[in-house]
């Protein structure tokens, strides 16, 4: 048996951290979908830019509609839309089947508005009817600015991905607006069931810190970090508020490992998806390391409930220096900025596209 059908098994989902045309086109997602238990996908603009860079699956789309006047960000959007639609009818028996739980697809809203909520919710109530498809999480960053919006969208009805969470802490506020927003809508008489992850960065800690501690301690931060964050969901997932909203027929906000992707060439391919195996999350993986953990066939242990060791690690790189609580705090700055950046390269991609194309006749 395939590994990524035990971790399925076991009850985390499979989600795969990638969308292109030439995946849908191909049948390569259906694949995904039939053998290695992939229950549902994410994106980004780093993803949607190396997909329209690398391909010419976009090209005639691209051509067309700019010659119907669209600017570089409505364009972006219509063909994001396209894509993800079409993996949404892909994943829509898997969410009907698992009554909401799983069958999911992430569109994320501009990177340009992660520090401004009031713009970020406009934008996420915009795709989300655009897309029409109940399946669909509309990414907003866990910043301190988004956090207004992310209740606001879920006492609207709209599913969301909390996305640039890396610490305990910013998960928990994270965790606080979504429970916020489900409250309202019993307060107003609403149907408590919206749909909705918590997305914490992984592999990012070890990456920060490599330099900066003995080798000893390498791949060790980002895996202690997430013990400590899956502590606290736990504990929410049995206190009497949260319980409170599932017996009025609310689910729970599940979370979801981001950023596992091996980057240490010395370690594992699988490291931080045997790391982070646990029920009822979610880890997101690249296409790469979908394809190395079916190779696998075991998955060594589980996540502890009480975080394990984490807490002693912790203290481990607070020895050399390390600030986690600062750590975090700049993790998500970075992460920001980086997907903004990902964000210009994408609008840059799409208009010389056009150039290229337009020369081209």
């Known amino acids: 048996m395939k590994a990524t059908e035990l971790l399925y098994n076991l009850g985390q989902s499979i989600w795969l951290d990638n969308i292109t045309r030439d995946l849908l086109d191909s049948g390569a997602l259906a694949y995904y979908i039939k053998h290695l238990s992939v229950t549902g996908l994410t994106s980004n603009p780093t993803i949607f830019e190396r997909a329209i860079r690398t391909s010419r699956s976009y090209d005639a789309a691209i051509r067309n509609k700019f010659a119907n006047g669209k600017g570089s960000e409505d364009l972006f959007f219509e063909l994001a839309l396209e894509d993800l639609t079409r993996a949404a009818d892909l994943f829509r ?29 406009t934008a ?38 909390v996305t640039l969470l890396f610490s305990r802490e910013q998960y928990l506020s994270a965790a606080e607006a979504f429970l916020r927003g489900i409250e309202r809508r019993l307060e107003a008489g609403l149907n408590p069931n919206v749909g909705s992850v918590a997305s914490v960065f992984v592999s990012r800690w070890d990456a920060a810190v490599e330099s900066a501690v003995p080798r000893s301690l390498r791949n060790q931060l980002g895996i202690a970090i997430a013990k400590r964050t899956y502590r606290s969901a736990r504990a929410l997932l049995t206190s009497p508020r949260w319980q409170r909203i599932y017996n009025a027929g609310a689910r729970p906000q599940r979370l979801l490992w981001a950023s596992t992707g ?28 979908l394809n190395a953990l079916a190779r696998h066939r075991t998955i060594a242990s589980t996540l502890p409930a009480d975080g394990g060791n984490c807490e002693e690690v912790i203290a481990r790189f607070a020895h050399h220096g390390i600030d986690v609580d600062e750590l975090a705090i700049r993790l998500q700055e970075e992460g920001a900025r980086s997907f903004v950046d990902s964000w210009r390269a994408l609008m840059d991609v799409i208009s010389a596209k056009d150039v290229s194309l337009t020369a081209a006749g």
């Open 262 to 289: 091996t980057k240490d060439p010395a370690a594992s391919d699988v490291l931080y998806i045997e790391a982070l195996a646990a029920p009822y999350t979610v880890n997101t993986m690249p296409e790469g390391t």
């Open 124 to 161: 996420a109530r915009d795709l989300f009817e655009r897309a029409r498809r109940p399946n669909l999480f509309i990414k907003i960053p866990g910043t301190s600015e988004g956090l207004p919006a992310i209740e606001e969208a879920i006492f609207a009805g709209i599913p969301v991905n």
């Open 93 to 121: 028996p898997i969410h009907e089947r698992s009554n909401t739980v799983d069958g999911w697809v992430s569109l994320e809203v501009s990177p340009l508005l992660a520090y401004d909520g009031p713009s970020t919710l």
